[in-house]
């Protein structure tokens, strides 16, 4: 089972050499940079890519497939619990390269087909992950060609397990569920690491947070989901940020995390959501005014005024 103990990222993948860590029975899970991708299935058995992570790491899932499940192995799909940039990054690439469809809820699909881009991230709720939101990719992607709907109990290469409707950071937001052994796959409907603080985002130390707050479009969706998954009273947790977590306080700390869940105290979907449908965003709440560029742009011309005035050329020499 997974050994945890508060280490650090950096710590964890010293320690475990293995492209892949065993989180649980038949699951397997790769770091890359702070997103995470998940493998479920056995050596020598249908398996199934859960997320692609950031662009321009295919190799790096691949070379970990390889490792795990053996030379020239593919997957029967590739699900994707949303199409955000740093969880669908690959997916194209993957999908391609092993001639395999990639899988999303339909309300998640106007995004992976270029029909619509998501609804802008909100980087005036405060913190770390907000802060950064501001220089984060937004396009859609396009994969109409690969991309098809999940269909109820509908999961390739994973027998027993079951995918759950969990909207709220997106439309179509979706989480995977064994009740077997009550393995939570829970993509970023709430995350393992605190991504508000940038301590919590530097060290990745194990908490249970919000995840990715800048992109949830509906905070009460979102409390909602979380309260689900809370109910499913998970032995084993994989997030998509954050080092999973196993241990017996697991389905308390769950319950305790679900009650106390609350959106920021101010931004722009915390009064109102995002209003999307079947063809992508229909309507959206006013943005608030967003500190940060202006405080950038009065610096900027706080400094050319004092160059042009002089202000800031350096005192003359003294002549000797």
Same mark, same amino acid.
């Given at each position: ?106 309300? /998640? !699909? @106007?995004?992976?087909? &270029?029909?619509?881009?998501? *609804?802008? =991230?909100?980087?005036?709720? +405060?913190?770390?992950?907000? $802060? ?21 109990? /509908? !999961? @390739?290469?994973?027998? &027993?397990?079951?995918?759950? *409707?969990? =909207?709220?950071?997106?439309? +179509?937001?979706?989480?995977? $569920? ?22 919590? !985002? ?119």
């Amino acid at each position: 089972m997974l050994e945890t103990g508060g280490r650090n990222r950096h710590d964890y993948k010293i320690k475990h050499m293995n492209p892949t860590t065993r989180i649980a029975p038949d699951v397997g899970w790769l770091p890359i940079s702070f997103v995470n991708v998940y493998f479920v299935g056995r050596a020598g058995g249908p398996w199934l890519l859960v997320d692609t992570g950031l662009a321009g790491r295919a190799s790096q899932i691949i070379a970990a497939a390889e490792a795990r499940f053996g030379a020239g192995t593919r997957p029967e799909a590739i699900v994707l619990t949303h199409g955000h940039f740093d969880h669908a990054g690959n997916a194209a690439e993957l999908s391609e390269k092993w001639e395999v469809p990639i899988y999303a809820h339909r309300m /998640e !699909l @106007p995004y992976l087909t &270029g029909r619509s881009s998501y *609804p802008p =991230p909100d980087p005036t709720i +405060g913190g770390a992950i907000a $802060f950064l939101s501001r220089f984060m990719p937004s396009k859609p992607y396009d994969f109409t060609a690969q991309v098809r709907e999940l269909q109820p109990n /509908e !999961l @390739p290469g994973a027998p &027993g397990w079951e995918w759950l *409707p969990t =909207p709220g950071h997106s439309p +179509g937001h979706i989480s995977l $569920f064994r009740p077997s052994d009550r393995v939570l796959l829970a993509g970023d409907a709430f995350a393992t690491m605190n991504m508000d603080s940038w301590t919590g !985002l530097i060290t990745g130390k194990q908490v249970l947070a919000r995840a990715g707050a800048p992109f949830n479009m509906d905070w009460d969706a979102t409390r909602s989901s979380v309260r689900q998954l809370a109910k499913l009273r998970p032995n084993v947790v994989g997030c998509g940020h954050g080092i999973p977590m196993s241990d017996p306080e697991l389905p308390s700390r769950m319950a305790r995390f679900a009650d106390r869940f609350r959106a920021p105290r101010r931004g722009r979907y915390v009064r109102a959501a995002a209003r999307t449908d079947e063809s992508g965003v229909v309507a959206l709440p006013r943005p608030p005014v967003d500190p940060v560029p202006f405080a950038t742009v009065a610096t900027l011309v706080a400094v050319g005024i004092a160059l042009g005035a002089g202000v800031l050329d350096p005192p003359p020499r003294r002549r000797r």
